[in-house]
């Protein structure tokens, strides 16, 4: 059996669609490192295409890359994928896209085939003080007006039970933020200001904020995660299955 995050299934000739957000399909690692571990299996990863891996030396010979936009459909035939993976996601799609994607991988998927989501409640800080509760009210007016949907792991089990898929098994997990919760808190907290510096030009034009204001919010954001304990996020991970007919 092979084991990724929560779900199993048969090393036979597993097929999977990774859509996964920069350090996973982007760069290829997750989908590499599963083709060299499931060699009678078939992989196939894909993002947009900027930071898709495309040396051949480093690519396994099970393992291919496409660059595609999932929100604008899978250009894959029907019924094509045993399993198919997604992860962190949520900034990536508006609430139309969302539609289009679920009802895709239901489309892709084979029937008896999962599919196994996992996405960060990225709307909702637990835990934090004054400067964190502003800064979320920040990120969610900003992503309200570019059509996102910061919280939309609590919708996607509706839209893909919708698309025509059943719930096999979920769960949560708590990611801690910041040095209080270890490396773990230290390694998030360091994606999490990667992923605000690189919306920083977007949000300065669309709430008309000051740089300044921006770079000080996230200063004093930081500082606040560091030195309070028990601020953490949570990721839902959840596994469908496309019955059979």
Not at 3 to 8: L, N, Q, W
Not at 123 to 131: K, L, P, Q, T, Y
Request: charged content about 20%.
């Amino acid at each position: 059996m092979c084991r990724c995050f929560t779900s199993s299934c048969p090393d036979l000739k597993l097929n999977s669609y990774a859509p996964d957000y920069f350090r996973s399909c982007a760069a290829g690692a997750w989908t590499m490192e599963m083709a060299k571990n499931f060699p009678n299996s078939n992989f196939i990863g894909i993002d947009s295409g900027a930071f898709l891996p495309r040396d051949p030396a480093l690519i396994p010979v099970n393992c291919m890359f496409h660059a595609q936009n999932a929100g604008e459909g899978i250009l894959f035939a029907p019924e094509t994928f045993d399993y198919i993976m997604q992860r962190h996601m949520v900034t990536a799609y508006d609430t139309a896209q969302w539609n289009t994607v679920t009802k895709e991988m239901f489309r892709v998927t084979k029937p008896g085939g999962f599919v196994e989501i996992v996405e960060l409640d990225a709307g909702r800080i637990i835990g934090g003080g004054d400067v964190a509760r502003g800064a979320w009210r920040i990120a969610n007016a900003f992503a309200n007006r570019t059509g996102k949907n910061l919280r939309i792991v609590h919708h996607l089990p509706y839209l893909m039970t919708n698309a025509g898929f059943t719930i096999v098994k979920g769960g949560q997990l708590s990611i801690p933020i910041g040095k209080q919760g270890g490396e773990i808190g230290r390694l998030f907290a360091r994606d999490i200001r990667t992923a605000l510096e690189a919306g920083k030009p977007l949000a300065i034009r669309e709430l008309t904020m000051a740089s300044s204001f921006f770079d000080d919010l996230v200063n004093r954001l930081f500082e606040e995660f560091d030195n309070t304990a028990g601020v953490y996020m949570s990721v839902h991970i959840v596994v469908y299955r496309k019955p059979f007919p």
